[in-house]
């Protein structure tokens, strides 16, 4: 979106479409990307993995439609799809279009990006193998992702069998997310469960400053609390370490319940961190307010446009649902107001 004008009612909306080389003439499956060499980051799994230059984008993606990275689509190629893509199938000289539309609202959906994993120095992501982040670990127990579900250390492939949890990485830190991401608790106690279930030998450490489970979620965590195989450490880590030959990670961290500082090695570490919405970065181009993180202001009043779910503030699905079908109805009200 690149230009919105207008009133409630009455928008006028200037978005540029970007090329996907597909023309969707006829449908394509995977042989044909099988049949290329170029690959690209695949970006579902968080760079976990590549796909080929010609790729379905996810599971869920509308519409169903393959896509084609034409920066990453080496010449040899463009040779090979020129001569087995069927005929039509492929575009290779789309380019950006320009589309103008009239709409009577907007709703605002645009989600959220964890927070920059490298920003936080002390806790080696990005330098140590091992240290991933919430959202790769749940690429990891997905059973379509790049492991086939197995949750295995990205340094040599091996199950993971010690995992440490550690809360709050980058939030409620006034050097990074100054506020709570509401969800990041209840995604590692999940994942601390996927741990459990997929290997009953397992063990899982989570370092916290509290623990914030919401409503009847709760029980969730009394009920993990019963799993002898699942500690809960009260402190925030303050630096992370790598073992060089075996790529084990050690934690420093202050046990204060305890009061001592254990020092504990674990085969791998997930990095709980927060969310920033996508505004943060690319405003919508019409006069909004933002608030000093970037979600849109919840006090804005602007008849027509309708903000939802992590565009408006960290929550979690069943509250970004409820509130995106609240977003539609008050969009339908304002049409028919129209």
Request: with cysteine.
């Amino acid at each position: 979106m690149e230009q919105v004008s207008g009133k409630a009612g009455n928008f006028e909306v200037k978005i540029k479409k970007r090329p996907r080389y597909v023309t969707g003439q006829c449908s394509l499956d995977d042989s044909l990307a099988d049949q290329l060499t170029s690959e690209r980051p695949d970006d579902v799994n968080l760079g976990m993995g590549a796909t080929k230059a010609l790729y379905y984008p996810h599971d869920m993606a509308y519409p169903p439609l393959h896509m084609l990275d034409r920066d990453a689509l080496s010449e040899s190629d463009v040779q090979t799809l020129t001569e087995v893509a069927p005929p039509g199938a492929i575009d290779l000289a789309m380019t950006d279009e320009d589309v103008e539309l009239d709409v009577g609202a907007i709703i605002v959906a645009t989600g959220w990006r964890p927070y920059d994993a490298t920003k936080l120095d002390n806790l080696g992501f990005g330098r140590y193998e091992n240290v991933i982040t919430n959202v790769m670990m749940e690429r990891l127990a997905d059973p379509r992702g790049p492991t086939g579900g197995k949750i295995v250390r990205p340094s040599d492939g091996a199950n993971a069998v010690n995992l440490a949890f550690v809360q709050c990485a980058g939030s409620r830190d006034e050097n990074h997310l100054p506020y709570c991401s509401a969800v990041c608790c209840m995604a590692s106690l999940k994942q601390a469960r996927y741990l459990r279930e997929s290997n009953e030998d397992a063990r899982a450490t989570v370092f916290y400053i509290d623990i914030r489970t919401i409503g009847r979620l709760e029980k969730f965590y009394y009920n993990l609390l019963e799993d002898t195989n699942v500690s809960f450490v009260k402190g925030k880590v303050a630096k992370i370490t790598e073992n060089p030959e075996s790529k084990d990670l050690i934690l420093e961290v202050e046990d204060t319940i305890a009061g001592h500082k254990p020092e504990q090695r674990f085969d791998m570490v997930v990095l709980a961190t927060g969310i920033v919405p996508n505004t943060a970065d690319v405003k919508i181009p019409f006069e909004l307010e933002y608030d000093e993180y970037g979600f849109i202001d919840g006090a804005t009043d602007v008849e027509g446009i309708y903000a939802a779910g992590c565009a408006k503030h960290p929550c979690d699905v069943s509250r970004a649902t409820k509130e995106s079908t609240a977003a539609a109805l008050k969009a339908i009200q304002c049409i028919n107001r129209g």
